[in-house]
């Protein structure tokens, strides 16, 4: 199994950029789908970003051309970069990682392990 660390999160004002870091631990030489999620107060978690162990990354159209998620394999780290950060985009955001080559849900329940969450702050 994996742990998730986020970091990265803080208050942003709208149209600013903000990059989101995830440090995986543990059995990082096993395949995994990695993720991205958020979540508001009162609203489900939801699923914005995936990618897959061949780099094949997607996105939900809430942030699709503005959001990218990337890995760097090297030193275990899950990146998202957030441009042209919006109000709506304030939430609680977690890393996410499932067992597996491929990428195939971005619902909660295809995930094993998830991380405490970074939260971001976007302000007008």
């Excluded at 997607?58 to 990218?68: A, E, P």
């Excluded at 394999?73 to 899950?78: G, R, T, Y």
Aim: proline share 2%; charged share 15%; hydrophobic share 35%.
């Amino acid at each position: 199994q994996v742990q998730l660390m986020e970091s990265g999160g803080r208050s942003v004002q709208a149209g600013g950029s903000l990059t989101l870091s995830c440090v995986v631990s543990g059995s990082t030489n096993r395949p995994y789908c990695m993720a991205w999620f958020r979540q508001v107060p009162g609203k489900q978690r939801e699923g914005i970003a995936r990618i897959d162990m061949q780099a094949s990354a997607k996105y939900t159209d809430s942030v699709k051309d503005r959001f990218m998620i990337f890995k760097n394999n090297a030193n275990n780290v899950l990146y998202l970069k957030m441009e042209n950060l919006q109000l709506e985009d304030s939430a609680m955001y977690y890393c996410a990682a499932a067992d597996g080559y491929y990428c195939y849900t971005f619902k909660t329940s295809g995930y094993n392990y998830w991380g405490q969450g970074s939260h971001v702050n976007v302000s007008s």
